[in-house]
């Protein structure tokens, strides 16, 4: 089952239907700032009852503008973006005025993007700052870039919490046409926010250009040739390919179990010996062994090898062997998976020149 996080701004819910977001924005409109998670998550894939933020479904992207100072410089970034970008493409974008010092912005995908759970995170952070920077918007909020999955966005038609006041500002956060952001000034834009309900109301307005110009820039990330006639499929199974996704794997009940490949095995052999591994290699060492299905024992058991030391705070192993340290369990909620052989062999392991591996 897929959900969305309710905030105010702290997550203080989950909402499986739209009744029960139009339940939790009934009790606290007016009250509180009401947000909702930009994406749905997959209820299957939490650990210990808690989200699973890489489970997002990705079918929109969403822009953060925000200036405390000027939220006119907000404005002109979205109408630049939408001239530059969404116009010679034929794109139509979803524009709400938040109600406070800046506005939000969907582009919503033809249908949602199947990346792999471990690439999400970053390919969506990286797109929106290679965005940021292409059409020079000065504006997009980079703490927001930087959350990318796990964003809370506010929720159209509620009301603007003052933070310093705690008072209702008067001003709602409110939908826009693309003609009406292009045409009316900043004033006129909050004079009909403070009317308490948005007049146009549209979308999601799905684009398969959007879709693909994503998808593009995943591939230009991971080195994957791709040419306008290659199908979204097509390349998206590259993808996930390329990222270590799709393996030779033996399905038990606890999921994929995937061998450790020789090169990693031949890694963590020579970080023992020479009593020392660094971040890199410990990040590889650790999703090899996870996906490969090892107990926190065992993991904690080849670190503990490689260092040969009290454990400290690094998070790799615990001074007790019997539990794992901070960073295996993190890598465990996130669901890493284990490195692809060409980033194994940039960070300087595996085999020189033909790496057998490469096929499995």
């Known amino acids: 089952m897929y959900y969305r996080e309710f905030g105010i701004p702290a997550r203080i819910g989950r909402a499986n239907t739209t009744e029960e977001i139009e339940h939790l924005v009934k009790r606290w409109n007016g009250v509180k700032n009401c947000y909702i998670s930009v994406y749905t998550f997959d209820a299957n894939k939490d650990i210990d009852g808690k989200t699973t933020y890489d489970s997002a479904m990705i079918n929109t992207i969403w822009f953060d503008f925000d200036d405390n100072d000027d939220v006119d410089k907000c404005l002109k970034d979205v109408r630049k973006f939408i001239n530059k970008y969404c116009i010679p493409n034929k794109i139509t974008p979803r524009i709400y005025l ?84 292009m045409n009316l000034d900043i004033t006129e834009l909050y004079t009909i926010a403070m009317r308490g309900f948005s007049v146009f109301k549209g979308g999601p307005f799905k684009s398969k250009r959007a879709q693909r110009d994503m998808i593009d820039f995943a591939c230009d990330m991971y080195d994957i040739e791709h040419t306008i006639s290659n199908s979204s499929a097509h390349l998206l199974d590259k993808i996930h390919k390329a990222t270590g996704s ?31 591994s660094n971040h890199d290699q410990n990040n590889i060492i650790a999703a090899e062994l996870i996906n490969a299905g090892w107990t926190d024992t065992d993991i904690s058991f080849v670190f503990s090898s490689i260092y040969n030391e009290p454990a400290g705070n690094y998070g790799w192993y615990d001074d007790d062997p019997n539990k794992a340290g901070w960073q295996i369990i993190a890598m465990r909620r996130k669901e890493m998976q284990r490195y692809s052989i060409r980033k194994v062999k940039e960070i300087g392991g595996g085999c020189s020149e033909y790496c057998p591996c490469e096929a499995s």
């Open 98 to 181: 938040t109600g406070g010092k800046g506005f939000q912005m969907n582009i919503d995908f033809q249908s949602p993007i199947d990346f792999p759970d471990s690439i999400k995170r970053k390919v969506l952070k990286e797109y929106l700052l290679h965005l940021k920077k292409k059409y020079k918007l000065s504006t997009l909020d980079e703490r927001c870039v930087s959350n990318s999955v796990s964003c809370l966005r506010r929720i159209p038609d509620t009301q603007y919490i003052s933070k310093a006041t705690d008072k209702p500002t008067g001003v709602w956060c409110t939908q826009f046409a693309v003609e009406d952001i």
């Open 246 to 276: 799709i393996t030779h794997a033996t399905y038990t009940p606890k999921g994929f179990i995937k061998p450790i490949r020789g090169c990693v095995m031949e890694l963590i052999k020579h970080n023992i010996a020479k009593g020392r």
